[in-house]
């Protein structure tokens, strides 16, 4: 089943000089491949839409702070199970959580700051491409 899923390397991942690193570990996955790609500073509004789900917890406005403090780098990946797939590679949200081999269990410090996004659904995956990606079909 090929799948597309909107992956952010968030700005920590920038800012470690990890960019190279991730997409590489993406990339060496036999038959996915980076199909659009940016590098841009987020907005709130964006952020809103984006992360709409999280608006009123605790921890919404810590992200938006940390999400908006330097580029990210978006983009499309395309794939075999490609949804599940990049999720399984980014490992569970707190890197404490995260084997050793996932991006998040390598690299990643604090719950808030754990160097990607990756759509959780296919459903997700629609909308917050439409969000990064306007132009795509
Ligand atoms: P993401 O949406 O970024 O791919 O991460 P996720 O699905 O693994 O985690 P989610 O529950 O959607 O949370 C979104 C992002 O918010 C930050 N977060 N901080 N308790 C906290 O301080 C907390 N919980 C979540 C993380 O950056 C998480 O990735
Ligand atoms: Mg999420």
Redesign the pocket.
């Known amino acids: 089943m090929t799948q597309r899923t909107l992956v952010l390397l968030k700005p920590d991942a920038v800012r470690r000089h990890l960019i190279g690193e991730i997409i590489g570990r993406i990339e060496r996955k036999a038959g996915w491949s980076v199909t659009a790609l940016e590098m841009r500073t987020l907005d709130r509004a964006i952020l809103e839409q984006h ?1 709409a789900e ?1 608006i009123g917890r605790p ?1 919404y406005e810590p ?1 938006v702070e940390f999400m908006s403090s330097g580029p990210v780098v978006a983009m499309v990946v395309e794939g075999e199970r490609v949804i599940e797939g990049v999720r399984q590679l980014a490992g569970p ?1 707190d890197p404490i959580a995260a084997a050793p081999g996932s991006i998040r269990g390598d690299y990643g410090t604090i ?2 700051e ?1 160097l990607i ?2 759509s ?1 659904s296919e459903e997700s995956a629609i909308r917050e491409m439409k969000i990064f990606f306007p132009g795509l079909s």
Do not use: G, P
């Open positions: 992360y999280h921890f992200l949200t719950v808030r754990n996004h990756a959780d």
